[in-house]
């Protein structure tokens, strides 16, 4: 029954794996990892990893389910939202490396070590990076290595280095290379001074050097390496990881507040009112503010206690999104970059290892403000495939309806033929209405843009 | 071409990692005790330091 619903990622550790009941992940946790289970939470490694916020607390339970290899059932305290590497600002991934190493000298000092390193076992969780897997320890041998320093460098600094180095939108590599990003790859992408940084110089490219020279040896002898050396390899991450520094261009999106003009204040102000009276009828669990921008209105939500996805395309806006949810501990707002229109695809084994981003992303209301006009506009879809779509994913929509006559329509058209003849309210509401029922419209005083509250029928 | 003979040699000479699930990569892990003298002494510096700052530097750390 377990194995039946075993979660499709969860197959390479032989530790355990992590299944569904009744829509409740649990972790089996096997004999085989026993040792190691009991000294993680005997040795208090655990509760110092779980005060510290680095761990997810998870709790034992019986489900009166077992099968040969069960030894403890536990069931980890739920994250809002998975979300991977490549859908992560350079901040983000940054802080999750970072954590990934800390986690690692803390272990070292409770006699363990991490035995992977992979960026998927990082989640954001209450606005922190935190590690999930619990069965990711493996008890200390006494050698100087580190096991997971290839998966280190390779799911965390070969991408970091390359957003800061060459071009932030390479964390997108990561997307195609389920284990990291290869270091030669990385090495021949990032440019000749970055072999000036020591951290890169060694641990990308040298280290990729001595993995083309020496992969495939047979290792005989027995040696433990030099005391100290574990350690200072990881303060040496560390440094390289801390070190690494991107800021976010002005795009025109991560400008679009301060800057733009189709708001006066007054109106915006109105507009933030009119969102809030929105979602507090719409009594919802969870947002997903889909084309969020930096967050503005990702913010309405998130401070009245209801967990928001804020997701943007715009490595820019993520960033500052995140920076700003970091500066100020908001612990209900996600940042996520992800365009809707090229969405997370399932990818790894069957397809079925690292679900697509809609899969994840289950929310009960889609805020969509100043969104319809790009996707109609800007990406040709008609209102009626946007609709439907809408109604697949959600329950409950807050919509902003943009008219041709809009100084940001009008830009979008500027540059190409106006073929969208039914692009106009009537059109939009008439289509809209198939699935939804119009529980609210309010005009935004001072514009030409309509904000709607829908239900799903 | 002396480089790679130098790394095979050591690369004879070294133990195997613990039966980890993922691979470690053998060069990765070679690699780390090519470099390790290097980390160790760095560690040993920083670790010599902080003792140091803590037994003679009069005024209390923050």
Redesign the interface.
């Known amino acids: 029954m377990m194995e039946k619903n075993r979660v499709g990622s969860s197959f390479?550790?032989?530790?355990g794996f992590v299944f569904a009941k009744d829509g409740v992940l649990y972790r089996q946790v096997n004999r085989f990892y026993k040792n190691e289970y009991d000294h993680l939470l005997g040795s208090g490694l655990y509760e110092r990893l779980v005060e510290s916020k680095l761990l997810l607390k998870h709790s034992e339970v019986d489900l009166g389910q077992k099968n040969k290899d069960t030894y403890k059932i536990i069931q980890p305290e739920p994250v809002e939202f998975i979300s991977y590497p490549y859908e992560w600002c350079f901040s983000q991934m940054k802080d999750a490396a970072l954590a990934a190493l800390r986690i690692q000298k803390t272990a070292l000092d409770y006699g363990m070590s991490l035995?992977?390193c992979s960026a998927y076992n990082m989640q954001l969780h209450h606005g922190r990076p935190v590690l999930i897997d619990t069965l990711s320890f493996?008890l200390h041998?006494g050698?100087?290595?580190?096991?997971?320093?290839?998966?280190f460098?390779q799911h965390f600094l070969a991408p970091l280095a390359l957003m800061a180095e060459k071009d932030v939108r390479l964390s997108q590599l990561s997307r195609i290379f389920m284990d990291g990003i290869p270091l030669d790859l990385a090495s021949s992408l990032l440019p000749y001074k970055s072999r000036l940084n020591h951290g890169l110089l060694?641990h990308v490219h040298?280290?990729s050097k001595?993995?083309?020279?020496?992969?495939?040896?047979?290792?005989?002898?027995?040696?433990?390496?030099?005391?100290?050396?574990?350690?200072?390899?990881v303060?040496?991450l560390e440094s390289t990881v801390t070190k690494l520094r991107w800021s976010p261009d002005r795009t025109l999106w991560s400008g679009y507040y301060p800057l733009q003009s189709n708001y006066s204040n007054k109106s915006l102000e109105v507009k933030k009112e009119i969102v809030k009276k929105l979602i507090a009828k719409a009594r919802t669990s969870n947002v997903l503010d889909l084309g969020s921008n930096t967050g503005l209105f990702s913010r309405i939500p998130s401070s009245m206690g209801i967990p928001t996805l804020s997701v943007d395309s715009d490595p820019s806006c993520v960033e500052l999104n995140y920076l700003h949810a970091k500066e100020c501990g908001e612990e209900y707002l996600t940042p996520v970059l992800a365009d809707i229109q090229n969405p997370t695809p399932s990818i790894g084994w069957e397809n079925k290892e690292r679900a697509s981003f809609l899969e994840r992303a289950r929310p009960d209301t889609v805020m969509a403000l100043a969104l319809v006009h790009h996707l109609a506009l800007g990406n040709n879809l008609p209102l009626d495939m946007i609709a439907s779509f809408f109604s697949r994913i959600c329950k409950k929509l807050i919509i902003e309806f943009i008219p041709k006559e809009d100084s940001n329509a009008q830009r979008l058209l500027s540059s190409k033929a106006d073929i969208f003849h039914g692009y106009n309210l009537k059109n939009f509401e008439e289509e809209f209405s198939k699935y939804f029922t119009i529980a609210s419209k309010e005009e935004i005083p001072g514009t030409l843009r309509t904000i709607y509250l829908m239900l799903i029928k | 071409m002396r480089k790679p003979l130098m790394l095979l040699a050591l690369a004879q000479a070294l133990s195997t990692p613990a039966s980890a699930y993922i691979d470690p990569g053998t060069g990765s892990i070679i690699f780390q005790v090519l470099v390790g003298g290097f980390f160790a002494f760095a560690y040993l510096l920083k670790t010599k330091f902080n003792l140091i700052k803590k037994n003679i530097w009069p005024f209390k750390q923050r």
Do not use: F, M
């Open positions: 390479r550790d032989p530790s035995k992977d493996s041998d050698r100087e290595q580190w096991t997971a320093y290839r998966q460098c060694l040298l280290h001595a993995q083309r020279h020496l992969s495939g040896r047979k290792i005989k002898a027995e040696k433990t390496g030099r005391l100290g050396s574990l350690r200072g390899l303060d040496s």
